[in-house]
């Protein structure tokens, strides 16, 4: 059984950094993406970014494209999310998932979830 557990989240101001992390267990995640997409009340799951485990391309959503990184730890099976120049806007519980090499941005694909960890950014 794949766990996976998300840590990092809190009450920031708007321009403060924070970095997230998700330790990941129970199965080998190569050839497998591990993304990270956030929830804000009321709005659908967005996709934020994801990273190929095997070869470690990276994708973006264009929202956070140059102030978010997605990364990871091979030998600790974690996968992070440092969020700089944050924004009110980015105020939502963020989920790490795991998914089959195709899932691409679409959380339907991903077949395993964290519980997420909420992140607010006052203004």
């Known amino acids: 059984q794949v766990q996976l557990v998300e840590s990092g989240g809190g009450l920031v101001q708007a321009g403060d950094s924070l970095r997230l992390s998700c330790a990941a267990s129970g199965r080998s995640f190569s050839s497998r993406v591990m993304g990270w997409f956030r929830q804000a009340p009321g709005k659908e799951r967005e996709f934020v970014a994801l990273?190929?485990?095997?070869?470690?391309?990276?994708r973006y959503a264009d929202s956070v494209k140059g102030r978010f990184t997605i990364s990871r730890d091979n030998a600790k099976n974690t996968l992070y999310l440092q969020m700089n120049s944050l924004k009110p806007e980015d105020t939502a519980v963020y989920y790490c998932?795991?998914?089959?090499?195709?899932?691409?941005?679409?959380?339907?694909?991903?077949?395993?979830w964290g519980q997420g960890t909420q992140v607010t950014v006052s203004s």
């Open positions: 990273l190929n485990w095997t070869g470690g391309g990276t």
């Open positions: 998932a795991s998914g089959p090499a195709f899932a691409g941005s679409d959380y339907r694909r991903y077949e395993y």
